[in-house]
């Protein structure tokens, strides 16, 4: 039940101890004891771990049987050694014939490198990314020991050396191959017949937009017009006011000549 597993982890750990192992042939309380515990069907079901130890009869008895065991323990466990080292060998030589052993390269070959900062990057904007650099040249092939050096196509070498399993060989397409790719011109399937191609449609008029230098005149003119609107009201605020100036002097000459004072300008 949920939450009460810890009630029983005793019986869980006595399982996994008391459970043959495949690698070793034998349980781990068998190796570390030399033999293999009391089984609650033993219980039941007498076997020679469940029988009457009381009433062995002397202590040299007793000994011999403990020593047959140590016998027993030293044993299983040299064939529990051997064992796993038969299963690791044979497990590293079936995964080495399953993965793929690259052809050596020669000098001069064009190769591809394994990009792998781009490999361990799995962000989602690079997921298409490209994953080989190159191509790049061999300038220096050390195949015995599973590495080479490497030059870009200008002859520049590289100063590290790369392992071989980071290359593949770069395949160059055919020149028939590039020339009908390059125009348009390749069919997938030549067998079958080439498609009616769609009746191409009239270009949709698009609205003519003005450019920037048109844009630049066209506010220059009329930052141009509201300059001179200012200055022309601005002018006919000062000529209003010389006007109104003038009326009022010739008013205030007259009062004077009608009371009989005399113009002192």
């Given at each position: 039940?949920?939450?009460?597993?810890?009630?029983?982890?005793?019986?869980?750990?006595?399982?996994?101890?008391?459970?043959?192992?495949?690698?070793?042939?034998?349980?781990?309380?068998?190796?570390?004891?030399?033999?293999?515990?009391?089984?609650?069907?033993?219980?039941?079901?007498?076997?020679?771990?469940?029988?009457?130890?009381?009433?062995?009869?002397?202590?040299?008895?007793?000994?011999?049987?403990?020593?047959?065991?140590?016998?027993?323990?030293?044993?299983?466990?040299?064939?529990?050694?051997?064992?796993?080292?038969?299963?690791?060998?044979?497990?590293?030589e079936s995964r080495n014939a399953k993965k793929d052993v690259p052809k050596p390269f020669q000098v001069g070959d064009l190769v591809l490198v394994w990009d792998a900062i781009k490999s361990?990057?799995?962000?989602?904007?690079?997921?298409?990314?490209?994953?080989?650099?190159?191509?790049?040249?061999?300038?220096?092939?050390?195949?015995?020991?599973?590495?080479?050096?490497?030059?870009?196509?200008?002859?520049?070498?590289?100063?590290?050396?790369?392992?071989?399993?980071?290359?593949?060989?770069?395949?160059?397409?055919?020149?028939?191959?590039?020339?009908?790719?390059?125009?348009?011109?390749?069919?997938?399937?030549?067998?079958?017949?080439?498609?009616?191609?769609?009746?191409?449609?009239?270009?949709?008029?698009?609205?003519?937009?003005?450019?920037?230098?048109?844009?630049?005149?066209?506010?220059?003119?009329?930052?141009?017009?509201?300059?001179?609107?200012?200055?022309?009201?601005?002018?006919?605020?000062?000529?209003?006011?010389?006007?109104?100036?003038?009326?009022?002097?010739?008013?205030?000459?007259?009062?004077?000549?009608?009371?009989?004072?005399?113009?002192?300008?």
């Open positions: 039940m949920p939450g009460l597993w810890i009630d029983n982890l005793s019986a869980i750990t006595w399982a996994e101890r008391v459970s043959l192992r495949r690698p070793l042939g034998f349980s781990p309380a068998q190796l570390v004891l030399g033999q293999n515990p009391v089984l609650p069907i033993e219980l039941v079901v007498p076997t020679w771990q469940s029988l009457p130890w009381s009433e062995v009869r002397s202590h040299a008895d007793l000994l011999a049987v403990r020593a047959t065991q140590l016998q027993f323990r030293r044993e299983n466990l040299e064939e529990a050694v051997q064992r796993t080292r038969r299963l690791r060998r044979e497990a590293v361990i990057d799995k962000s989602s904007d690079r997921k298409l990314d490209d994953r080989w650099r190159g191509p790049y040249r061999v300038r220096e092939a050390q195949a015995d020991k599973g590495y080479y050096r490497l030059e870009d196509l200008n002859e520049v070498a590289f100063p590290n050396t790369t392992r071989a399993d980071r290359l593949k060989k770069f395949e160059e397409l055919p020149e028939e191959l590039e020339d009908s790719l390059l125009r348009g011109r390749l069919r997938l399937y030549p067998e079958t017949e080439r498609l009616p191609m769609a009746r191409p449609t009239a270009p949709r008029q698009r609205q003519a937009t003005p450019r920037a230098d048109q844009t630049r005149d066209v506010q220059a003119g009329e930052d141009r017009e509201g300059e001179q609107d200012r200055r022309t009201i601005v002018g006919g605020i000062n000529r209003g006011n010389i006007v109104e100036g003038s009326r009022r002097g010739g008013q205030s000459r007259r009062l004077r000549i009608a009371r009989g004072d005399s113009d002192t300008e």
